[in-house]
C-alpha cells in the first residue's frame, strides 16, 4: 500500500515548457486535489476531482489544467510555464464521506527559470 | 475572509520542554480541524484530527485543543525531542470541503 505517490519529485523548465505532474493513490480515494505550497503563502488548492471524469477550480486554477480519467490518478498539466508557477506541487486524495481527512503525496519540487 | 493564523512563526526551545503551538481561525463554522507536521523537503503527515464536535485529541506526547466559540486550537508537545524539529501546520476544514491551512511554525528543539 503505497498510499499517495508523486511523479516527478524534481523538474526544471524554461519558461514556455510544457508538463504534466502525476499523482496516484491505491486507497480507491473518490476526491483528490493539487495544492502548491509557496514560502510564506501556505498551501493554495489548484484544482480538484470528487470522482473519475470530474473536475473543479480551486483557489489558483490559472495556468493550469487537470484530468481525471481513472480513479486512481489525478493530473496536472502545464501548457506554458512561467516562473510565477515555481512552487512545490502536492497531491492529496480523500474518501467521499472523511472531510478534511486528506492524505498528502511527497510533493514535486519544480523550478521555471 | 476565512484565515487561518498560527503563531509563532518559528519557535527555539531547548530539548526536553513542554511547549505549545498556536493557531487561529476567522470562521468559525468549521467541521474539523487538523495538525500536520512537514519535515524539510517532504509531504505532509497528519497528526491529529479533531472533529467539531471534540474539545481534544491526544496521541503520544501530543495533545490537540479546539474552543470553537473563541476560533482557537493549540497543539501541546511534551518533553520535546530533537526529532519533533519540523514545521507544524494547521488546518481548519469546513462543511463546503474546503480546507484553508495555516503558514505554520518552524520549531526547532536544541539539543
Known amino acids: 500500500n503505497a498510499g499517495v505517490t508523486q511523479t516527478p519529485k524534481f523538474r526544471v523548465l524554461k519558461t514556455g515548457q510544457s508538463m504534466t505532474l502525476l499523482c496516484a493513490q491505491d486507497?480507491?480515494?473518490?476526491?483528490m486535489y493539487w495544492y502548491r505550497q509557496d514560502p510564506g503563502m501556505g498551501l493554495r488548492l489548484i484544482h480538484y476531482s470528487v470522482g473519475e471524469g470530474t473536475t473543479a477550480k480551486g483557489e489558483v486554477p490559472d495556468g493550469y489544467n487537470v484530468s481525471r480519467l481513472k480513479k486512481q490518478n489525478f493530473l496536472l498539466g502545464l501548457e506554458s510555464a512561467a516562473p510565477s508557477q515555481t512552487s512545490v506541487y502536492f497531491c492529496?486524495?480523500?474518501?467521499?464521506?472523511?472531510?478534511?481527512?486528506?492524505?498528502f503525496g511527497p510533493g514535486t519540487r519544480l523550478t521555471v527559470l | 475572509k476565512q484565515e487561518v493564523t498560527q503563531i509563532p512563526a518559528a519557535l527555539s526551545v531547548p530539548e526536553g520542554e513542554n511547549l505549545v503551538l498556536n493557531c487561529s481561525f476567522t470562521d468559525s463554522a468549521i467541521y474539523n480541524l487538523q495538525w500536520f507536521r512537514q519535515d524539510p523537503g517532504k509531504g505532509l503527515t497528519s497528526l491529529l484530527l479533531i472533529q467539531s464536535s471534540q474539545r481534544e485529541q491526544t496521541s503520544g506526547r501530543l495533545n490537540a485543543s479546539l474552543d470553537k466559540s473563541s476560533g482557537r486550537s493549540t497543539l501541546y508537545i511534551a518533553a520535546s525531542q530533537p526529532g519533533d524539529s519540523a514545521t507544524y501546520l494547521c488546518?481548519?476544514?469546513?462543511?463546503?470541503?474546503?480546507?484553508?491551512f495555516g503558514k505554520g511554525t518552524r520549531l526547532h528543539i536544541l539539543p
Open positions: 486507497m480507491n480515494h473518490e476526491y
Open positions: 492529496a486524495s480523500r474518501k467521499r464521506d472523511r472531510y478534511n481527512e486528506q492524505f
Open positions: 488546518a481548519v476544514g469546513y462543511r463546503d470541503d474546503k480546507i484553508i
